[in-house]
């Protein structure tokens, strides 16, 4: 519990799967959430303007519909991001974007496998020595990985 102590902020683009796991547990223990999401709140999910805004009304617009754009600035707006893969042998084409943004910041990453015995454990340990007030949360998509965001949602409540 004590590694959520200085966590103020969970960050996510909102996409269905790992994404919206970070949002839905960021609700869930009375977190401030936050991110940015494409054009007209766009998700696979949630075609449709308003898409992710309109259960999601803290995040924010980016003026692209790519979502390379929603990534960029996540990182940005994070002080490390947390990438949830169920397998490091096969990281999304999304998480790849996300860990290259991480890395060309200079922002503390770190890549999890949910497989991983001791995934808990070192994402604890990683958080615990950020200086972090906002936490990006990043990973597949359901589609990629169906069963992603229980999975990751389990996860996370175990971290915290």
Known sequence: M??????????????????????????????????????????EDCPDPPGLLAKY????????????QRT????????????????????????AYTIDCARARRKPHLVTDLRSRDAVFTARDWIAGLEAGALNIAGPRESEWPGIYAAALDFLQLLF
């Open 72 to 95: 960029r600035w996540n990182v940005r707006d994070s002080d490390g991001t947390l990438v949830i893969v169920a397998s490091e042998i096969s990281v999304s084409p999304g998480s």
């Open 2 to 43: 004590g590694v959520a102590r200085g966590l103020a902020r969970i960050v996510s683009g909102g996409q269905s799967g790992v994404d919206r796991a970070g949002l839905d547990f960021a609700i869930r223990r009375g977190l401030d959430y936050f991110g940015w999401c494409p054009q007209d709140g766009w998700a």
């Open 57 to 68: 009304p803290r995040m924010k617009q980016t003026p692209s519909a790519d979502p390379k």
